[in-house]
């Protein structure tokens, strides 16, 4: 009897032990999500997920219609429905009404429309989502991928979700022809790379960087051959619970918000 109390209590304890590491195992690659990382000199935080295994969403407007405008907001909205809100970006420009001001597309919904507008001025006048090419980041359940927008609207991919900004960092492995290295134009950038594994990369700088150096992050360093701007300055923002991030809009708010819900 004592020996089998024995060999019972050593299961017991093995079950345990194998339940505590699983569970710390899932903490562990939560928590991994996002990370800090360093290029060149310049600290990032780098969220990288697999869309075939993630449930990675784009966020706009609550049910009554008014917009999330911060993650907090989101992240409560997530907990009323039982859920967590895993890591947030925010997912392009938007108006002052925080509108996306170019295309969005949530659920399998078109919301606001393409933006091809063409603006005629000296490059520095161009606000960057105008800067041309721009492109558009866009999901479903299995795959992501990054095109310009006149790429986009050529292949017409039907996706689940669809965010515009601009302009692009990194198409088909090249840099945008307008960056600059060098440029003293350097502020708070943040965007989003696909690689050819299907891994997307979202990253946002904690330190001004100019858009050469913040492209050359995508293709040099996370190796992604496409990748796109999504805002910039006081518009930048993370949530991540694990790094004990929660950051908030300069501009009285967020419009379109990149979200991993668990």
């Not at 409560?76 to 170019?102: H, I, Q, W």
């Not at 492109?135 to 095109?147: E, S």
């Amino acid at each position: 009897m004592f020996r089998a109390g024995l060999r019972r209590s050593k299961l017991a304890l093995l079950l345990v032990s194998l339940t505590l590491g699983a569970t710390s195992a899932v903490g562990m690659a939560q928590a991994e999500v996002c990370k800090r990382d360093q290029f060149e000199n310049t600290d990032y935080v780098v969220c990288s997920i697999d869309p075939a295994s993630s449930d990675l969403r784009l966020f706009w407007r609550k049910d009554t219609g008014a917009p999330f405008r911060s993650f907090a907001t989101l992240a409560r909205s997530l907990e009323a429905e039982g859920k967590k809100l895993s890591f947030a970006f925010n997912a392009g420009m938007y108006d002052t009404d925080f509108t996306p001001v170019g295309l969005y597309i949530e659920n399998g919904k078109q919301l606001r429309p393409v933006n091809s507008t063409i603006m005629e001025r000296p490059a520095r006048e161009i606000p960057n989502f105008f800067k041309q090419p721009n492109g558009i980041f866009f999901f479903g359940p299995t795959k992501a991928g990054v095109l310009t927008t006149e790429e986009y609207i050529k292949r017409k991919p039907d996706p689940l979700f669809a965010t515009q900004s601009g302009p692009m960092l990194v198409i088909r492995g090249k840099l945008h022809p307008a960056l600059i290295p060098g440029s003293t134009d350097r502020n708070r950038r943040s965007g989003v790379g696909v690689c050819e594994d299907g891994h997307v990369h979202f990253a946002i700088s904690e330190t001004r960087v100019n858009f050469h150096d913040f492209a050359r992050l995508f293709r040099d360093h996370l190796n992604c051959p496409d990748a796109l701007f999504l805002d910039g300055g006081r518009g930048t923002g993370i949530y991540s619970p694990a790094l004990e991030r929660s950051d908030v809009s300069w501009h009285g708010g967020y419009g379109p918000m990149i979200g991993l819900v668990e």
